[in-house]
T-cell receptor
């Protein structure tokens, strides 16, 4: 596999469920990101991991819990979600974060619906 | 404050014609990068083109070119010879120094046959 992959592609869950989103990058990058894309809103950066260390958490509610076991894998654990959490969740990766020139490569996203 | 502004929610272009998608940005950091991404209905964000703040020439990648006007703080994307497959959402993004990338609200481009 190449690039950035995400599973599952679609997820429907109830508000009391616990589920996890998985992201894997095969590009040798050392930074990974979670974004949330809601209808009619700009992409919202949620979490950033640089060399497996979380370096940013943009005031994301605790019902979203990220995990980065190594530089190739990133998880987003979900529990007790709300209907307004329904969105497209995109994972991305990039080379070092220290230079503004490094573009991010995105996965296909997980379309999450909370019922 | 909004860092990236895309004022065109939707644009239409005839197949084989050129189209310009607007993007303005706001920063006081002298070192920044500007990016354009394409998002088809499948959802994946596809990187198209990059322009650095110190680059002297406008970036080009195939049919994509970036009209970089630093003094006006604009970084418009020009797509030449539009194809039906170009129909998608297009996002402008900026990264200031070591900070994370921020995205605009996007422009939906529809290419008419």
């Amino acid at each position: 596999e190449t690039g950035v992959t995400q599973t599952p592609r679609h997820l429907v869950m109830g508000m009391t469920n616990k589920k996890s989103l998985k992201c894997e990058q095969h590009l040798g990058h050392n930074a990974m990101y979670w974004y949330k894309q809601s209808a009619k809103k700009p992409l919202e950066l949620m979490f950033v991991y640089n060399f497996k260390e979380q370096t940013e958490n943009n005031s994301v509610p605790s019902r979203f819990s990220p995990e980065c076991p190594n530089s190739s894998h990133l998880f987003l654990h979900l529990h007790t979600l709300q209907p307004e959490d329904s969105a497209l969740y995109l994972c991305a990766s990039s080379q070092q974060r220290e230079r503004s020139s490094y573009e991010q490569y995105f996965g296909p996203g997980t379309r999450l619906t909370v019922t | 404050a909004q860092k990236i502004t895309q004022t065109q929610p939707g644009m239409f272009v005839q197949e084989k014609e050129a189209v310009t998608l607007d993007c303005t940005y706001d920063t006081s950091d002298p070192s920044y990068g500007l990016f354009w991404y394409k998002q088809p209905s499948s959802g994946e964000m596809i990187f198209l083109i990059y322009q650095g703040s110190y680059d002297q020439q406008n970036a080009t990648e195939g049919r994509y070119s970036l009209n970089f006007q630093k003094a006006r703080k604009s970084a418009n994307l020009v797509i030449s010879a539009s194809q039906l497959g170009d129909s998608a959402m297009y996002f402008c993004a900026m990264r200031e120094g070591n900070n994370d990338m921020r995205f605009g609200a996007g422009t939906r481009l529809t290419v008419k046959p």
